[in-house]
């Protein structure tokens, strides 16, 4: 017996064991990215793969230019301005600059082109240039900060408020990781915005009061021009800023084997390493960012459309009582690399418990949630993989049984019979009634009997 006992013992001390030893699966090892927030989007799916608050309201800098481009894009798609546009630059742009900001030493009475000032604000960061084009879409500065407010409305930005174009510091001027990440996916859409804030180093040419300039981009990830250690071989843009109060600032997006992350870091530091070499981690956490993005997640086919999901039962039809569903479309979602498709849950939400005939092929019939440990990865329509005719005998009956089950035809059913019974009883008791007393009433005799004769 104590044999026995000391076994059995023995094996659950094992099965515990084992129990901790069981990998945690389907989450992949947080990278801890050092910056005040963070954020890593699958571009094609628009999965977050990586947040830190990412809903926290930050100071942006310079990142503040890509709206200036969104709004200055918009207005060359709306035809109010074009890229070849020669523009006069005015005094007033020129104000409230901080002089040791970013700048391409654009001054007063300079005649240059759109195209050209978008790679001065999107290349080297220029102050100045933001308020050019500011003036040019909007008429004035304050005019365009308005608008900047209400396209951050409109593209559901609510964790932001602009108090100029170009990111200098300002206790009202402050965004989010996530709210940054909508301003500049929409701003993707152009593809001049892309092929600028890619460019590595471009000329500027002469112009009527400066000889040709020559820029060179602050984005180390895609150049070593100004700073070694930091490039990224599959980065593409997008942005930079910095000032002491925001701390170092990156939005960028890299491209590998198909598959198209986009990162927010904000707030990141300036550090010395223990070799004495300085380290800007805006640029050294948005390269691990994108590293642990692309290793650990991969993108996989997660329902066929041929699938069959589920048997709906139908009603009104003597061709058959049921018919199968199917999705809408063949569905790909990023997963961690150590989730089976298979493993994911499955919630049916159908229109209805019981579908009413006649139904054609490809009705939708409900929905299909695939979800796993709390998060969403898609959402898919399911249609009806066959016809189903309908009896019109039963659809008939059901339409009368339909009629009369809602409420107001009942109401008024009750109210009908109520009606009837009161004229019935009405009839029965009440003209009895008067009835009877008209029979007790004897016939009235005069009591003048006349003269005999």
């Avoid at 900001?101 to 009475?109: E, Q």
Wanted: glycine share 6%; net charge negative.
């Amino acid at each position: 017996m104590k044999i026995r006992r000391i076994l059995s013992i023995f094996l659950l001390c094992v099965l515990m064991t084992s129990l901790f030893l069981i990998p945690q699966a389907y989450a992949a090892d947080d990278p801890n990215i050092a910056a005040k927030a963070a954020l890593l989007i699958e571009e094609d799916t628009g999965t977050v793969l990586y947040g830190k608050n990412e809903h926290t309201r930050e100071y942006p800098a310079s990142i503040t230019k890509i709206m200036t481009a969104l709004l200055t894009l918009e207005a060359i798609d709306r035809g109010e301005l074009s890229l070849d546009q020669k523009v006069t630059v005015k005094a007033s742009a020129l104000e409230n600059l901080d002089e040791d900001g970013s700048s391409a030493g654009i001054v007063a009475g300079e005649v240059m082109t759109v195209d050209d000032i978008l790679h001065c604000m999107l290349i080297v960061s220029a102050n100045e240039a933001c308020n050019i084009l500011a003036e040019e879409v909007s008429g004035s500065v304050s005019a365009f900060v308005d608008l900047m407010n209400q396209r951050a409305g409109e593209l559901g930005c609510t964790d932001t408020h602009f108090a100029n174009p170009n990111g200098l510091h300002d206790v009202n001027h402050y965004t989010s990781a996530w709210d940054i990440y909508l301003i500049a996916q929409e701003c993707m859409k152009h593809d001049t915005f892309m092929t600028i804030c890619n460019t590595i180093a471009y000329n500027v040419p002469a112009t009527n009061l400066s000889e040709e300039r020559e820029l060179h981009t602050t984005n180390s990830l895609i150049s070593t021009w100004r700073a070694t250690g930091y490039y990224y071989d599959d980065a593409r843009g997008i942005k930079t800023g910095s000032t002491p109060e925001a701390g170092h600032c990156l939005v960028s997006s890299a491209v590998r084997s198909g598959r198209t992350l986009i990162s927010v870091v904000l707030g990141a530091e300036e550090v010395t390493l223990p070799g004495g070499d300085i380290q800007v981690q805006s640029f050294s956490e948005t390269s691990r960012l994108f590293d642990w993005g692309f290793d650990n997640f991969s993108k996989k086919i997660i329902i066929e459309d041929t699938d069959t999901v589920k048997e709906v039962p139908v009603a009104l039809s003597k061709e058959t009582n049921y018919v199968v569903v199917h999705p809408q479309t063949t569905t790909s979602a990023v997963l961690p690399n150590d989730l089976d498709p298979a493993d994911l849950e499955r919630t049916i939400t159908l229109t209805s418990e019981t579908a009413n005939a006649p139904i054609a092929e490809g009705d939708v019939l409900g929905e299909l949630t695939l979800s796993y440990d709390g998060v969403t990865y898609a959402t898919v329509p399911l249609l009806a993989m066959n016809s189903v005719s309908a009896s019109r005998f039963l659809q008939a009956q059901y339409a009368i049984t339909t009629f009369f089950s809602r409420t107001i035809v009942k109401i008024a059913v009750v109210l009908l019979a109520l009606l009837i019974i009161a004229f019935v009883v009405y009839n029965r008791f009440f003209r009895r009634n008067r009835h009877y007393k008209n029979a007790n009433v004897r016939p009235h005799r005069s009591s003048y009997r006349g003269r005999r004769r």
